[in-house]
């Protein structure tokens, strides 16, 4: 199959095509319009169908992503960190726009990937809505601190104080919209059920999950769901010399380690599979963050369970299971 490199930015991209034994090279603006001169090459190339490979970097990627998948091609999206990996293996010096296009191609061409499909509607959604509600959450953090700040002149401090009440009546109204719009979707509101019947994760934390990890319940086992959640052990170890303590990965994603981190506090002290298995982790001697982290990944793991089976969180189960 003709192979299609992408290495994309907020204004443009650059693609390296791969067809036969030659290699393609052309930039296009990162828009609609560009998308459109991208099929036109291809066309003009007799190319009908390419493998298309990118960088999952920032929310750039994914109109060209959708774009590529509605007209037929196929579309692989991979973390940044395997294609600097790949460059690293063979030893290249040079790094621009177009020698990345043909890195990705190169890597694209090498590697066996899994495909890419654009999220449901309803979860494009639900995603777009609570990123934008953790950016509020964060910008509101910040002003509070800066509002905190000794010594601060007095005009700047109630400037900071009216951006803190504005932020909360539009936190306010995203959370309605979130409710609102989990309401709307059976499909929604029945895995928020099953979310929220866990000890610990409550309606936001069920958004989260729902909104970063929409496929949960198609993933293959529990440690492919802790994996992409960068919930899985790194371990440091080689030969008798290199004893490095365990620590998590973190390579995955960031925003759902963020959203679980104060449901698996909370659920120590009121669900009982993840009071249990911290008191096992603290007999054992580990470290507060090492335990917080292992119940994050214990919590991540029950959700993937309730979701595979359709059943609400039973205690004795889980229990049993911890």
Known sequence: MTI????ISKRDFHAALLHGD???RKSFPNSAKGFEQLEKWLHHRKVDEVFACMEAT???????AKFLFNGGHSVAVVNPRRIKAFAESELLRTKTDAVDAGLIARFAATQQLQLWKPLAPEIE??????RHLEFLKDSRSQHIIREQTPDLPERVRRSAQTIIEQLDIQI???ERAIRDHIDRHPGLKSKQNLLTSIPGIGETSAAAILAEMPAIDEFRSAGAVAAYAGLSPLIRQ?????????RLCKTGNGRLRKALYFPAIVGERYNPTLKAFAQRLRAAGKASMVIIGAMMRKLLVIAYGV????????PLLGALGA
């Not at 299609?4 to 290495?7: A, E, F, N, T, Y």
């Not at 959604?125 to 609570?130: I, P, R, S, V």
């Open 58 to 64: 920032g929310a750039y990627w994914y109109a060209l």
């Open 238 to 246: 080689s030969g008798s010399s290199v004893r490095g303590k365990s």
């Open 125 to 130: 959604e639900l995603q777009g809505l609570y």
């Open 22 to 24: 030659q290699t393609a």
């Open 4 to 7: 299609l490199g992408i290495d």
């Open 307 to 314: 979701l595979k089976s359709g059943k609400p969180f039973d």
């Open 172 to 174: 306010d109204e995203l």
